[in-house]
């Protein structure tokens, strides 16, 4: 339909000074979505919108000539005589041979100056197949090398060598502690109200600190601002609707996306006699507004709360009713003020609050225990920007405020009854950082970067006592509100280099050191969702990070393909585990319970990309090691860490049928994870029985070392297809079908495994490995609409 030039508005003159009117452009794509880096060539002098899609600058009243421009899309220009102060919108049109074929959006291109960045827009995270036809973005980030997931059924991403909890996920700005649905098949974030997913692993900018590994950024979309549509989705498990339109046509505008699985529902429908009183469920709701209250001011409130309901009861005749329940979820809001005060000069606030809450019940009879567990944080962030002498300068502050809940339960026994509590704990968290990015010579570019982090747990609480061994004394520790208990503070340098001495290709270095104040106490003898947030303290030391990168990138002229390489060696220090046999439940010895060691990491990461034409996708490839040693475990030996991977392949194709069909691919092939095995068992006498006349014994497993077998090599197959039944319809209600066959060669991928013995005919007795699969083939179907 071509460009579309939304508005041109006049803003009104400022008082009377000596002021030259000031002219700002706004470039939007094709979703109504800011367009970030746009190129605007005013008078054949060229400058690039901000990641915003926003150019702001002030001219001499006159006539011109400006032309917006951005790779994929037509370029638009405009002749016009400037008198005041002045608004230009601009949509830019995409190029017809480049739509819907873009799989790496341009920042992975390798004039880009920043190290191990990786983005995703939702366009393309919509037509990879998918479990059950539910679009997930944080699973189809796994596919990016680097990236990989614990396999089917898991929650955590492990980017290069680190844990689940040194992930630092935002939405919007605004961190996320529990990003999964439905113990880790889907994640939170609702497919119609994401714009983009961009991840960071390797060369972290100084503006983001408080985990070790990598920076997950999810961007919400705006709505739309001129009239109300909306779009949603039927599938085999969830429904989903979203609702957008303006507040204020022109200024203001909101987006409502919400969600909500039914296989309670339906199960209940078809077997209500089996079903009876279980099931799960889980919903969710993202709302942003939006409103720009003059040319320099824009608001933004992002909102989200989501919720997991998962209920089992056991009501057989042959003992008392065993009931379990448990419910999970966040919720957080946040306000944002982008101030643009000179045109080389912005600031920013965000003020935040985040919730996430756990509560699970047990009873069985008239025995019950509840846990409980959660944070909620508090934050206040300035950031600032600014443009001079050629170097883009980037600084601000960061403040939260902490509240743990670490566990807390009740039990009773008929007339017996007891409660247990462990008391809250409380912390600050504070940051300033400093950025600089300039050009050294017109091929070499620096970014360079220095955050100081500031962490101090803070009274009300009680805290146990230890010896010099590290076992608890019996005595406590009391401390009044705001009172200092653990106080930490680092530097935290970073620095990027860009060697590019053609458009074709370019070299980076990047070193970064990062420190981590949380840790996400789990274990796998937990028999319900027990995730606990605990500070650093006196005997818990915060994690400490560095990482080394470089990469090699290659974007041939006139070539449909992309090449870079990476490779990485990472060291971590004060890597938390939990002694064999640990007790997270109720335990108000926690920190005894811990262990304390260091780690490595290192790889190679390759990726080649296709990124125009009918086929596009690419294939990526990461050979890797991680490992972990602990004074404690294996005899002081490092061993591979769980999710070591050493081999790690995705293949993602997609391709254009026809204009009504269009097919996509994803193959993933990976090492299977470490584990640990018995290496032996004994039989042990425990007594005599004198009413059976025999001998009493049990089975006694031995270990040798830990993480020394591996699991059965992962590999899978999806195929995807979409159908637009009128693709070129200029009406505005349209809609589609998207199909999809998970695992479709039906692998059997073990999720675990345990052992068995097995008799035969000869009462002979053999110990036999058994493994436990997740995941057959699975159909997915779901109708998307939209007006």
Known sequence: ??????????????????????????????????????SISINDNTAAANDSGSFRKALPAGRYKVTISAVNYHPFTIYFRLA????????????????????????????????????????????????????????????????????????????????????????????????????????????DAIKKVEVIKGGMPAEYGGRLSSVINVETRDGHRDSLKGSGGIGLISSRLSLEGPIQKGRSSFIVSARRTYIDQVARLIAPDSIGRNGYYFYDIN????????????????????????????????????????NWGNTLIGLRWKQQLRPRLSQQWLLVRNQFNLD????????????????????????????????????GLQFIRHQFRPGAGSSNAGLQAFKTQIHDQYAHEAAAYLSMDMNILPELNMVAGLRYSYFNQVGPTERILYGADGVPTGETETFAR??????????????????????????????????????????????FPSDLWVPVSQRIKPGIAQQWSAGYYLDPAGSDFGYSVEAYYKTLRNQVEFKPGAELLLNQNLEGEMIFGSGKAYGIELLVRKKWGRLNGWLGYTLSRAERQYAELNNGKPFPYRYDRTHDLSLVAMYRLSKKWEASMVFVYGTGNALTLPSGRFLYNLGYNMEGRSFLFTNIETYDKINAYRMPAYHRMDIGFTYTPKPNSTKRYRSSWTFSLYNIYNRYNPYFIYFDVEEDDNDTRRIQGKKVFLFPIIPGITWNFKW
């Open 360 to 395: 699970s019940r047990l009873a069985y009879g008239s025995n019950s225990t509840l846990f409980s567990s959660g944070l909620t944080d508090h934050q206040l962030m300035n950031d600032w920007n600014l443009t001079t002498g050629g170097i883009k300068w980037k600084g």
């Open 1 to 38: 339909m071509g460009f579309l030039v939304l508005l041109v508005a006049v803003l009104g003159c400022l008082p009377c000074h000596a002021q030259l009117p000031v002219l700002r452009v706004l470039v939007l794509d094709e979703l109504e979505q800011p367009l970030p880096k746009a």
């Open 482 to 527: 705001g009172e200092s208990i653990a106080r930490y503070h680092y530097p935290e340098p970073r620095i990027s280099l860009w060697y590019s001495p053609s458009r074709e290709m370019s070299v980076k270095l990047s070193y970064a050191k990062t420190i981590q104040y949380l840790h996400l106490a789990t274990t796998s003898s937990a028999t």
């Open 287 to 326: 709302a942003t507004v939006d409103y720009s209250i003059d040319s320099s001011n824009k608001l933004q409130l992002t909102f989200y709360t989501g919720k997991d309901d998962f209920r089992f009861v056991d009501d057989d005749d042959d003992g008392p009713e065993r009931t379990f329940n448990a």
């Open 84 to 191: 005041q102060d002045s608004l230009l919108t601009v949509q830019l049109r995409p190029e017809q041979q480049l739509l819907n074929d873009v799989v790496v959006t341009d920042r992975m291109r390798s004039h880009g100056n920043q190290m191990g960045v990786q983005t995703l827009s939702i366009t393309q995270i919509q037509k990879l197949p998918v479990i059950l036809g539910e679009v997930d973005p944080l699973k189809t980030i796994t596919l990016l090398p680097g990236v990989k997931s614990g396999g089917d059924a898991s929650s955590g991403i492990y980017v290069r060598g680190g844990g689940p909890d040194q992930n630092l996920v935002l939405l919007n700005g605004i961190p996320v502690y529990n990003p999964n649905h439905l113990l880790g098949f889907f994640s939170v974030f609702n497919g």
